[in-house]
């Protein structure tokens, strides 16, 4: 593996290109701010990724005018950019990113990656954040890295060997962390909701933030749980210790945690180190529909920012502009759907802090259906539970007027009144 300095590396980089970097905990911010110094030399180059962590000097003047966001997943960091015309979003789901550029659709110049140092048999470590780092270190003309020892050695095939390596650089720093927050009682109340929902033997899918760890803190009492999942973070770690989760009724991979990226404490990554139990896969196998179903009472919870009356949900946008992006929301909705058992649950608070309802007569103007109606089952709020499977559009509006924030219910009640009142 050829050590070079940070400017070297980047120097790879030329016009035009098409260039992938890794993300969450594992984005390579180093050699990505050591590229974009070279803004002025530069012109049209084209980045491709989910979300990243950290300052994001391509989505900010003056480096923009040398950089256009193309992105899978739209952070925080380049929301505003991919918002305007300095960048743009690929609606795709999470499982079928790989096809981009194995299939040559996108195909890929450079791929920006951060990895542990080789181990003796000359292999690295993608450590928390395999997803689709692996197909593009596949299919890249070239790629470079930062080699950094505090990046965990992580089990699965997130390994690389230093041969496929083009030029890489050394730094010592930590990953990102994602902070931990105090969950609020509304979380707590809607966490407990959907415990309720999951049974002995389950096999869980869970994203990062206070309703997925609200939804943790209620299963101490839970028996034999197994987790198969596109992320995961803190919240897993407690029941891990206490044997809740096991993974003895999963189908694949029978007792190992599987996931492709993680993000979280010191802790977590401290946890994944060397942990046979953990096993990160590209998330073409990890968000494949056909996996995901073999394993036994899959209950998968995911968000919302909208859910209209009828059922239909938006999870990226608000309005016309592009808030997250698709992800995994409809690979594991629909694994749940099939899984012998399996639960797919919606869980949101009924109102944003703000006041405004989340469950809505119609989805805002220009808003992206992200998950269709029909597939929708269990939607959970601090109110209670509902399943909307095998309903019909009037029964639904009921349902969710049901656990609709109560300052809000009078305003729904009128609104589907108009819409299904009979002639």
């Known amino acids: ?5 940070a400017a070297e590396a980047a120097a790879i ?12 905990a594992m984005t390579p911010n180093t050699l990505i701010n050591c590229i974009c110094e070279r803004y002025e030399e530069l012109e049209e180059v084209e980045i491709i ?3 990243t962590e950290g300052e994001v000097k391509y989505a900010l003047p003056p480096y923009n005018q040398a950089f256009n966001i193309n992105s899978c997943f739209v952070g925080g960091n380049v929301r505003r950019a991919v918002n305007t015309n300095k960048g743009d979003y690929i609606p795709i789901f999470l499982s079928e990113i790989h096809f981009l550029f194995r299939r040559n659709i996108l195909p890929l110049d450079v791929a920006v990656v951060q990895v542990s140092p080789p181990d003796r048999h000359g292999y690295c470590s993608l450590g928390v954040s395999v997803d689709i780092a692996i197909p593009a270190i596949q299919t890249a003309k070239k790629v470079i890295a930062q080699v950094n020892p505090q990046v965990p050695r992580t089990h699965g095939d997130g390994i690389i060997h230093k041969s496929r390596i083009d030029m890489a650089i050394e730094v010592d720093e930590p990953i990102h962390v994602a902070p931990i927050t105090q969950i609020t009682d509304i979380e707590h109340k809607i966490g407990k909701n959907v415990a309720e929902l999951i049974e002995d033997g389950a096999t869980l899918q869970l994203g990062i933030g ?6 943790l803190t209620n299963l101490y009492n839970h028996k034999r749980l197994g987790i198969h999942t596109e992320m995961f973070s803190d919240g897993l770690l407690p029941l891990v210790e206490k044997g809740v989760i096991t993974g003895e009724e999963k189908e694949i991979k029978t007792g190992k945690i599987v996931t492709s990226f993680a993000a979280g404490s010191k802790k977590l990554y401290d946890f994944v180190d060397d942990n046979p139990v953990v096993h990160f896969k590209e998330a073409g196998y990890t968000n494949d529909t056909n996996i995901i179903a073999r394993n036994p009472k899959v209950t998968a919870i995911n968000s919302a920012i909208e859910i209209d009356l009828t059922g239909q ?15 995994g929301q409809m690979d594991f909705i629909r694994g749940a759907t099939i899984s012998e058992g399996g639960k797919p649950i919606f869980a949101i608070s009924s109102a944003t802090p703000k006041g405004i309802s989340k469950i809505t007569p119609t989805l805002k103007e220009g808003a992206g259906v992200t998950t269709t109606r029909a597939h929708v089952h269990y939607v959970v709020t601090e109110y209670g539970v509902v399943n909307l499977f095998g ?8 349902s969710l007027i049901s ?9 729904l009640i009128k609104a589907a009144y108009e819409r299904f009142e009979r002639q």
């Open 49 to 51: 990724s989910i979300h």
């Open 391 to 398: 309903k019909n559009l009037y029964e639904r509006a009921k």
């Open 313 to 327: 949900v938006c999870a990226d946008s608000i309005g016309q502009r592009h808030f997250s992006g698709v992800g």
């Open 403 to 411: 656990i609709a924030h109560p300052d809000h219910r009078e305003m």
């Open 13 to 24: 980089v030329k016009s035009g290109d098409r260039i992938f970097l890794q993300g969450a």
């Open 1 to 5: 593996m050829k050590i070079v300095t």
């Open 210 to 215: 206070n309703i997925p760890n609200a939804v």
